[in-house]
Every structure is written in structure tokens, then in C-alpha cells.
């Protein structure tokens, strides 16, 4: 099967060729995806051909990678193709949204192989041409992209994640140790398990018996841990003991070594 366009370029799919009537010597080979593209328009001159329909049937079903830039490269290249060949008119026309249609005033006839030629009818109305309410295509996104996007936002995700365990600082607060001699004993730090806070508890008794610390209404014991020092014996852990009383005007606290 050939076609000829305009009475003056014959396009033979078959051989991926275009050549005009007077000079069949002087082809241009065109590639795969345009000669399909090509083909596929003129079996439907005149309609309004999807881009997605496109896609599929000139790309994917032959296991190519379809995107809107190769399509619009394509189209691009047939128009040079075709105003090189001698016509200028606009044959494929893009229609906004939607997708391309070969023009339906351009006259094409298919010629087969025993010679016989019949004209390829229009079928869309000229409305439709000039400018129609064609509904909104979403624009295509290929699938190895969205799982490529997907991947890399996980990768994110469990960076941030790593960063945060590892220097992100723990909470501290002030933890209830109990009473000790009638004095409220509170320990700033991380939470400890039950054998650590009884042997902070001791340390906490020992020092008050040796220094006879007293409390009154509104005053507390405030401990603070270091566990690192270049005079400290391994496993072992300093702490810092201080007297604190609420000031008068109930906004500050004055803590002091004891």
C-alpha cells in the first residue's frame, strides 16, 4: 500500500520512504516511530487522534519509550519532511490538549499494490478543526519515572530519619527521685532504670549525713550526672549536687553546691 499526498509526495510504510511523483529516485527514509505516526494520522484524516492513542500505538506497542517530546519531535520532523518536499500548507495540525489530526482538505489517496487508488475520506466536521471544546487530556507520566520519584523519596525519607537518631539530642528532664532526710530530690538527665536511680539515691543519703543539709518549704536537691572526665574510673559516674530554693517573687530559682 502507497499513499500519495497533495497529488505530488508518495509515502510508502512498507519501505519507510518519501520520494514525489516526478523523481522516485531522490527517497528519504524516515524512521520507524514517524512512518507509524504518519500512517496512523492519514488512516484517520481528519479526526482528532489522542495522545495517548499515539503513544501507545506507535511506541509502546513496539517496546519504545513514548513521552511527549518524542512525539513532538516527531510531528516537527514530518512537517520539514513534507515543506521540503514542496508543501506548504499546514498537513498536520495540532490540536490544543488533545492531540494532532492530518488536515482533511489535503488530498491523500491510497494506492495498492495492483495499481487501483481510492481517495482516504475526512471524517470530522470543520467545527471541530477550527476550534473545538475538546475535553482536557492529563498529561502522561511514565511509569519508571513515578517509581524512580517514589525511590528517591523513601532514600529522603530514611536519611532524615538516620540523621535524626544519631544527633538528634535525647530529652532531658527533671526526674523524681523521692525524698531524702526531708528533702525533694530531682535528678536532670535522661530516664534511668530502677537499679541506677537507688545507687544515685545512696550517694544523694551519704552526702547529706555527712553535711547535714536541711530543707525547708520550697527548697529541693537538684543532681546532675557526668559520666566522662579524664579523672573518672571506668564505669563510674560524677554528680553534682546543689541546694535550690524559689526566690520570693516566684519567677526565679537560686541553686547553689552543697
Not at 73 to 88: A, N, P, T
Not at 92 to 101: D, M, N, Q, R
Not at 126 to 135: T, V
Request: aromatic residues 6%.
Amino acid at each position: 500500500m502507497r499513499y500519495i499526498l497533495c497529488d505530488q509526495v508518495i509515502f510508502e510504510p512498507e519501505s519507510n520512504a518519501l520520494y514525489t511523483v516526478d523523481n522516485c529516485e531522490e527517497v528519504v527514509t524516515i524512521s520507524n516511530p514517524a512512518r507509524r505516526l504518519l500512517e496512523l494520522l492519514i488512516l484517520h484524516q481528519g479526526e482528532s487522534v489522542r495522545r495517548e492513542e499515539i503513544f501507545h500505538k506507535v511506541w509502546d506497542e513496539f517496546g519504545m519509550v513514548s513521552s511527549n517530546n518524542n512525539l513532538n519531535h516527531c510531528v516537527s520532523k514530518l512537517r520539514r519532511m513534507l515543506r521540503d518536499f514542496g508543501i506548504e500548507d499546514d498537513v498536520i495540525i495540532t490540536i490544543p490538549k488533545l492531540g494532532f489530526l492530518l488536515h482533511k482538505d489535503i488530498s491523500v489517496c491510497a494506492v495498492s499494490d495492483d495499481g487501483s487508488a481510492m481517495p482516504v475520506f475526512a471524517r470530522l466536521p470543520a467545527s471541530a478543526i477550527d476550534g473545538p471544546e475538546a475535553p482536557q487530556v492529563k498529561h502522561r507520566i511514565p511509569y519508571l519515572r513515578i517509581c524512580f520519584a517514589l525511590c528517591v523519596g523513601v532514600v529522603i525519607l530514611l536519611s532524615m530519619l538516620c540523621f535524626g537518631m544519631l544527633f538528634y539530642p535525647h530529652a532531658e528532664n527533671d526526674i523524681e527521685l523521692g525524698r531524702v532526710e526531708g528533702c525533694n530530690v530531682l535528678f536532670y538527665g535522661e530516664n534511668m532504670d530502677a537499679d541506677k536511680r537507688r545507687l544515685i539515691k545512696q550517694s544523694v543519703q551519704h552526702h547529706i549525713d555527712r553535711r547535714a543539709v536541711t530543707c525547708r518549704d520550697g527548697e529541693y536537691l537538684l543532681v546532675y550526672p557526668q559520666d566522662k572526665g579524664p579523672h573518672l574510673h571506668q564505669n563510674a559516674i560524677r554528680l553534682h549536687i546543689t541546694h535550690c530554693a524559689l526566690q520570693q517573687n516566684s519567677q526565679t530559682e537560686v541553686c547553689s553546691d552543697i
